[in-house]
Nanobody
């Protein structure tokens, strides 16, 4: 599975962005897909995950109520809708896929990351 993350950019506090994670190579509709982020000098941290085709979703407390993870009907693209962005959301965002859910960055497949920068 190859993952391609896109949609990052430079925005202002309170703005909105939607990240996309597109899979190729084989379908990953049954996999768990997660988003992680990593700021300079910090560890990679969990943001959100979705299990199966629009099943259970999980969110970090820091993004709950602001971010929404979803999947397209075909199941091969996962989105992260990010509303009310804050400067502390600034990081490189990575999508990842695996066979089971984890809060830790222990997934089997990773995209290359897309930078999100929120200015105050």
């Amino acid at each position: 599975v190859q993952l391609q993350a896109s949609g990052g950019g430079l925005v202002q506090t309170g703005d909105t962005l939607r990240l996309s994670c597109a899979a190729s190579g084989r379908t990953f509709v049954r996999n768990v897909v997660g988003w992680f982020r990593q700021a300079p000098g910090k560890e990679r941290e969990f943001v959100a995950a979705i299990v199966g085709r629009g099943g259970f979703t999980y969110y970090a407390d820091s993004v709950k109520g602001r971010f929404t993870i979803s999947r397209d009907n075909a199941g091969n693209t996962v989105y992260l809708q990010m509303n009310s962005l804050k400067p502390e959301d600034t990081a490189k965002y990575y999508c990842a896929a695996g066979r089971s859910f984890s809060w830790n960055p222990s997934y089997d497949y990773w995209g290359q990351g897309t930078q999100v920068t929120v200015s105050s």
